[in-house]
Nanobody, 123 residues
Framework: QVQLVESGGGLVQAGGSLRLSCTTS????????MAWFRQAPDTEREFVAG???????NYADSVKGRFTISREAVKNTLSLEMNSLKAEDTAVYYC?????????????????WGQGTQVTVSS
């Protein structure tokens, strides 16, 4: 059974930083793309950042320059370093993994999902 488990969420003041982690089990995602999504109350789940097996990354415009996605295939972990956080970054953050190599920026491209971790940024 494939599981993705996020951790590292919490409450932080605007301008602060958080680091999210996602640990996978039941399968090794060496060549498949992985990503972070987020969902604020009463909004659609949106793409935040994605990374290919070769390290190529893609970011939503709203987080470029502030967030950094990384992965360690050996440890089966995916991370998201979030700096200069803003109140509008408040959301539940989800880790996701594909079944294929290409990067996707919509929820329909991802087969595996974690339960999510809450990030709250106070202004």
């Amino acid at each position: 059974q494939v599981q993705l488990v996020e951790s590292g969420g919490g409450l932080v003041q605007a301008g602060g930083s958080l680091r999210l982690s996602c640990t996978t089990s039941g399968r090794t995602f060496r060549t498949e793309a992985m990503a972070w999504f987020r969902q604020a109350p009463d909004t659609e789940r949106e793409f935040v950042a994605g990374i290919l097996w070769n390290g190529i990354t893609n970011y939503a415009d709203s987080v470029k320059g502030r967030f950094t996605i990384s992965r360690e295939a050996v440890k089966n972990t995916l991370s998201l370093e979030m700096n200069s956080l803003k109140a509008e970054d408040t959301a539940v953050y989800y880790c996701a993994a594909r079944d294929t190599m290409g990067l996707a920026t919509t929820i329909y491209g991802y087969k595996y999902w974690g339960q999510g971790t809450q990030v709250t940024v106070s202004s």
